[in-house]
């Protein structure tokens, strides 16, 4: 019966897809979070359905990440704290060489008036995000190189969200496990760019409980600052941000249904 649902959720693609083998171990979950429920139950699997599609074009998308001179200087500063906590920060301010207002104001463009975007294609010469992008791609570079992942991809795409005034993170978050459809992610990454030029002080702060929650920590986020995290065993909460921007994007381990390993 649980088959016959998700086959009805993921049309128009077939019964042996990824995205039904995706689907088929969250559609058991979701049934026991709603207690049996059909309506709940199919509402919940047509959101996932959409989620896991996109996700999976975001993976179909992804690139072998390229390593920088500056990125190598400011990862030597913080990759102990991902050996030994599962979590790091980084001050990319002085070794970037990005105009950080000017990387704002084109995130901003992105946005327009929404308070959530993704940027595709980033990874080609002459789009708005473009040195941006190239930051996180050496960043991933840094995390394979250190970490003999060599599978280690990274999404094409940068995640933009607007941080409002009175609003925070909804609780602990995961980026790859709970409900929802392994996504591939592996590392996870967010800097964060302020929209007012007057602003002062560490506008935002990053809390993690990382290696599976056996160990907490928070960040301070500066504007040009950076904070990575193993994406399956870290649960996350962006606290504060009012007037900043935060850029996301993230290293992914293709598997071999997804075609990339070569």
Request: hydrophobic share 45%.
């Given at each position: 019966e649980l088959q016959e649902y998700v086959v009805r959720c993921i049309l128009p693609e077939p019964r042996d897809s990824r995205l039904y083998k995706a689907m088929m171990p969250v559609a058991m979950s979701w049934w026991q979070e709603v207690n049996g429920e059909e309506r709940p139950f199919l509402e919940a699997l047509v959101k996932v359905a959409a989620t896991a599609r996109a996700e999976l074009l975001s993976v179909d998308a992804s690139a072998r990440p390229a390593p920088t001179k500056a990125a190598r200087l400011a990862w030597e500063r913080g990759a102990l704290e991902l050996k030994t906590i599962g979590a790091c920060s980084f001050d990319m301010g002085d070794v970037a060489g990005l105009s950080w207002p000017t990387m704002a104001k084109a995130c901003e463009d992105v946005l327009g008036q929404h308070d959530v975007a993704t940027s595709v294609g980033c990874?080609?010469?002459?789009?708005?995000?473009?040195?941006?992008?190239?930051?996180?791609?050496?960043?991933?570079?840094?995390?394979?190189?250190?970490?003999?992942?060599?599978?280690?991809?990274?999404?094409?795409?940068?995640?933009?969200?607007?941080?409002?005034?009175?609003?925070?993170?909804?609780?602990?978050e995961v980026d790859n496990g709970g409900l929802l459809p392994?996504?591939?992610?592996?590392?996870?990454?967010?800097?964060?760019?302020?929209?007012?030029?007057?602003?002062?002080?560490?506008?935002?702060?990053?809390?993690?409980?990382?290696?599976?929650?056996?160990?907490?920590?928070?960040?301070?986020?500066?504007?040009?600052?950076?904070?990575?995290?193993?994406?399956?065993?870290?649960?996350?909460?962006?606290?504060?941000?009012?007037?900043?921007?935060?850029?996301?994007?993230?290293?992914?381990?293709?598997?071999?249904?997804?075609?990339?390993?070569?």
């Open positions: 990874q080609l010469e002459g789009h708005a995000l473009h040195a941006l992008w190239r930051l996180f791609s050496a960043l991933v570079a840094e995390v394979s190189r250190t970490f003999a992942m060599r599978e280690l991809l990274v999404l094409t795409e940068l995640r933009l969200s607007r941080c409002r005034a009175g609003e925070t993170s909804r609780g602990l392994d996504n591939r992610r592996e590392v996870s990454l967010r800097m964060l760019l302020s929209t007012d030029s007057s602003a002062t002080g560490p506008p935002a702060t990053m809390a993690l409980r990382a290696k599976d929650g056996d160990a907490s920590i928070s960040f301070p986020l500066q504007v040009g600052s950076l904070c990575a995290w193993w994406s399956r065993q870290t649960f996350y909460q962006f606290l504060g941000g009012e007037r900043h921007i935060a850029v996301s994007c993230w290293g992914i381990v293709p598997q071999k249904a997804d075609g990339l390993i070569v």
